[in-house]
């Protein structure tokens, strides 16, 4: 068996920001939005950083893509180091960001990817018949000659989406990129984009999202990543099977309630979270074991809340991340919870 290749490698890389403190005129403080994360992303791979907003996953791929700096650590992307050679690393990469809207307002559609095309140096009947293409898949073939300012950001967005595959890169960052869609659209998309994987098994995705159905739909590895440290990395399959020794529940009680207090003190409740919806409490539990469960039950009657329902669930990457990081990571981002499916 030869040697594995790998398409992005990082070493300890770290990124600190300095901002100014509020509360004291000239002074600063530092951030660290991304502490020493080492990853090795195999050719061929759709590998997904999976965290909250804020989590350092956007400043992963800035880094990767030569638009910001590390601090500290080093990073490679198609063999290249991105502080050493970066204009050559860009040759490589594609990238799309969620909730871009970018694009030159008074060209068109077809015109503004027509002319990223040549940036590439593409062929133009290459380049014209692949923009056809990708714009039927967008649901943009029939805006092709509408001007950018006309459109929407949603249907800038999934302009943007269509340019960030349209030069074939070897390597491409999706930071985000179904945030904001429609269902359909969000779910075209990423279609699209297990697809495009599969049929070009020389190309890599790095994809970032706070989205766990969408990592655990796409991606081949995952790496949970929290206040910029990766806290674990497998496939999805296997980083689920690391809870399997534990029960997982999902309660609802009545009413808007502060069970952790009380959750906290019961013995066998190793991680919890609770979100409050629609006039009652959603709990998530990892327990110990099944036993646990009845003093779990006994201690929310003892405080007066009705149990709605009860269920036992298999493990998903939320319990992944709620067993890693001590908080649910629906809780953590803003707009939070399950893409547009």
Same mark, same amino acid.
């Given at each position: 068996m030869g040697a594995r290749e790998f398409s992005i490698e990082t070493q300890d890389l770290t990124r600190v920001f300095r901002v100014k403190r509020r509360e004291a005129r *000239?002074?600063?403080r530092e951030v660290v939005a991304l502490d020493r994360a080492t990853l090795a992303v195999e050719r061929g791979e759709l590998f997904g950083v999976l965290g909250p907003n804020g989590a350092g996953k956007t400043t992963l791929i800035k880094i990767l893509a030569t638009l910001l700096s590390p601090t500290a650590g080093?990073?490679?992307?198609?063999?290249?180091?991105?502080?050493?050679?970066?204009?050559?690393?860009? %040759?490589?990469?594609?990238?799309?960001? $969620?909730?871009?809207?970018? *694009?030159?307002?008074?060209?068109?559609?077809?015109?503004?990817?027509?002319?990223?095309?040549?940036?590439? *140096?593409?062929?133009? $009947?290459?380049?014209?018949? %692949?923009?056809?293409?990708?714009?039927?898949?967008?649901?943009?073939?029939?805006?092709?000659?509408?001007?950018?300012?006309?459109?929407?950001t949603g249907m800038r967005q999934k302009m943007n989406f269509a340019r960030g595959f349209l030069t074939d890169p070897e390597v491409l960052f999706l930071d985000e990129p179904t945030i904001g869609l429609d269902v359909q659209t969000a779910r075209t998309l990423r279609t699209f984009t297990r697809g495009w994987i599969d049929d070009h098994p020389d190309r890599t995705i790095l994809l970032t999202t706070h989205y766990m159905y969408e990592a655990d739909e796409l991606c081949d590895r995952v790496a949970i990543i929290d206040q910029g440290r990766v806290l674990a990395c497998d496939a999805p399959a296997a980083l689920k099977r690391g809870l399997q020794g534990e029960a997982v529940f999902?309660?609802?009680?009545?009413?808007?309630?502060?069970?952790?207090?009380?959750? $906290?003190?019961?013995? $066998?409740?190793?991680?919890?979270?609770?979100?409050?919806?629609?006039?009652?409490?959603?709990?998530?539990?990892?327990?110990?074991?099944?036993?646990?469960?009845?003093?779990?039950?006994?201690?929310?009657?003892?405080? *007066?809340?009705?149990?709605?329902?009860?269920?036992?669930?298999e493990p998903t990457l939320e319990d992944v991340f709620l067993r890693l990081v001590g908080r649910s990571l629906t809780e953590v981002s803003e707009g939070g919870g399950e893409p547009p499916r």
């Open positions: *000239g002074q600063t080093t990073a490679r992307v198609a063999g290249v180091d991105v502080v050493e050679n970066p204009w050559e690393v860009r %040759r490589h990469i594609g990238m799309v960001s $969620g909730g871009e809207s970018s *694009g030159y307002g008074l060209l068109t559609v077809e015109e503004n990817l027509w002319m990223f095309s040549q940036f590439y *140096g593409m062929r133009s $009947g290459e380049a014209k018949k %692949r923009i056809r293409e990708l714009l039927e898949v967008v649901g943009l073939a029939d805006r092709a000659k509408t001007k950018i300012y006309h459109l929407s999902r309660l609802t009680v009545d009413g808007d309630r502060d069970l952790g207090p009380l959750l $906290g003190r019961v013995d $066998g409740v190793q991680r919890f979270a609770h979100a409050a919806r629609d006039g009652h409490t959603e709990l998530d539990l990892i327990l110990a074991d099944e036993n646990a469960l009845v003093p779990v039950l006994t201690a929310i009657q003892g405080a *007066g809340a009705r149990l709605l329902s009860l269920e036992k669930r």
